[in-house]
């Protein structure tokens, strides 16, 4: 399956014009399945409510999702991106996807990071982030949910192929721990990241890009550099996941369950 990313640096508070750049990547793609940065639609830091009400929108009833919709029905491409969500009032930092035959949905962010706390509700809808595609199954997680292992290791036990990952990643480790997860879970892991900097009052963020696609031996299928604008896409063999045997006596969703007193569901 043809799937890639686009890191890159959103224009900050400027909705229009990264629905736009959204849009035209994702016809420039060619791909099956495009990822984008969390909050691509926005940029990271928020400086009041205000901000957040002229930058964010809700799924489905908004133009903003009509027209991404849109440009998925006529490239046929899926799209994954992170946007500020606005539902009942309250701000989420969250997660959409949209798929050419016109199912969509959305992931809230459940870890939110440090003053993010401070302007978006956490996420209540873990599952929401699973979907089907062209014969297998996706898990999204936005960010800092990456610090979370019992996240990683539930969508595993969902039996998804591919964590998709928005990110606005400032921490250093954070490629380098998608790798092992990739690895214990024996799974693909897509880290879609963004690059440069933001300030807004004495607060600066550095995003640290290096975006990623691992698969479940743990191989760099792809990775961009720190600092540049990057369109990458791949053809992967997702079926890689499929097998859970490490070698003829070893298979990760049999041994787990020695480790458990108690039966947990795997699927
Ligand atoms: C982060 O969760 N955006 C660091």
Redesign the pocket.
Known sequence: MKIGFFQFKPYHGDKEKNLEIIKEITKKSKSELIVFP??ATSG?LVPDKNFLEKNSFSVPESKEFEVLLKTVKETRTGLVTGFPEKNNGKFY?SALYILPDGKYGVYR?I????K?KLHFEKGNNPLDGIFEYNGFKFGII?????FFPEQIRYLTFKGVNMILHC?????PWSQRAMRIYSVINRIFTLTCNRIGEESCGNEKYIFTGKSQIVSPSGKIIARANSNNEILRVKEINLKESEDKNINEYNNIFEDIKNFFPYNIKIL
């Open positions: 969390e909050l990271y930092n962010k870890h939110l990071f440090y993010e936005v960010c800092f949910d990456w990110a606005n990643l400032v921490l």
